[in-house]
């Protein structure tokens, strides 16, 4: 009797297991942003060095989390709406970096279609700030109201785990992406090319 119940424990235990490759969240867990610490400024600072060194096996290896992998916002060039993908790894990184000085500042994209004089960035840098927008959480959901459960709960938990808990890292004339502590670590969960997109 013993033996049949550790048995059964045994395998369904390896069945959950095999079957998700997805990271679980912690319903108990309450989800909130970790405070700006030594910790994060140094990782940021490591995918900065990355970046330079154009050294895409160790951001990929290291920086993106293998079951919760990374999403990019992006917007499609033939709808010119605003859409997203979902991968596990990162396939492009460029070596533009003007500065390893990190800062917790407000910077704004100016599209400026009257003036290409003010075009751009309103300061170059890299900087760290909490302004993230809830556009994933949002389609998912405008998706689930057509399809229904299109995206499942655990998805829609990850999601609102990197809306509500990451900080959006903007490296100037590169990349915007919000890393999320996952697990006791921080990873790259998102690629945002929406806000830099001047087209209408």
């Not at 003010?118 to 959480?137: D, M, Q």
């Amino acid at each position: 009797m013993i033996k049949n119940i550790f048995l059964m424990v045994l395998v369904s235990f390896f069945i959950s297991a095999c079957s998700t490759n997805q990271l679980v969240i912690n319903p108990e867990k309450k989800m909130e942003r970790e405070k700006v610490s030594k910790e994060l400024l140094d990782e940021v600072a490591y995918i900065l060095f990355l970046f330079k060194q154009k050294d895409l096996d160790t951001l990929n290896a290291r920086l993106i989390n293998p079951k919760f992998g990374v999403y990019e916002i992006y917007k499609n060039e033939n709808t010119n709406k605003i859409t997203f993908r979902h991968f596990l790894k990162l396939d492009e990184i460029s070596d533009s970096i003007d500065s390893y000085e990190i800062k917790e500042e407000v910077v704004t994209f100016d599209c400026s279609p009257t003036n290409d004089a003010f075009y751009g960035w309103s300061k170059e840098g890299v900087f760290l700030t909490t302004n993230i927008k809830p556009y994933l959480s949002q389609m998912m959901n405008d998706i689930n109201k057509i399809l229904p459960n299109r995206y499942k709960e655990d998805e829609l938990k990850r999601v609102e785990q990197i809306e509500k808990t990451s900080y959006e890292v903007i490296v100037t004339y590169n990349k915007i992406f919000y890393l999320t502590k996952i697990d006791n670590k921080w990873y790259i969960t998102l690629i945002d090319n929406v806000k830099t997109d001047c087209s209408q």
